[in-house]
């Protein structure tokens, strides 16, 4: 299976929406309206991975001009273990530092054991001494 990474278009927003009911934890911003912000504020945040025309991967690489934000890693249930993550997150830190980003952060959903098992795989560093709060 070919997997070409690319950013995200208006076209694409029903095919990622339906990919996360499938494939990620739901969150409040789950809909074809916030995409459609993203994508208008910060054009190629999104990034997907596409098999045979449907979104298996998706990742948002967001820059505020002053950090970078890594938010929505997700991989398809039957493309897990296969590096696309690894791979999605490469795309993702190379969008960011192309920008100027010199320090990123990702925001981990902590009950998701599969999530955490994969962040701590990587060469990032959990930073157990931050808190997050959210509004």
Partial sequence: MQIAFRPATADDIAGVLAFWRDAAEPTSTD???ALGRLLRRDPGAL???VADGRVVGSVIAGWDGWRGAIYRLAVAPQQR???L???LLRHAEDRLTAL???RLHAIVVESNENAVAFWDATDWEHQAGQLRFAK
Avoid: D, K
Wanted: glycine share 20%.
């Fill in 81 to 83: 273990r296969s590096g």
């Fill in 85 to 87: 993550g690894q791979a």
């Fill in 31 to 33: 809909s074809a309206e």
């Fill in 100 to 102: 100027g980003a010199s």
């Fill in 47 to 49: 990034i997907v991975a």
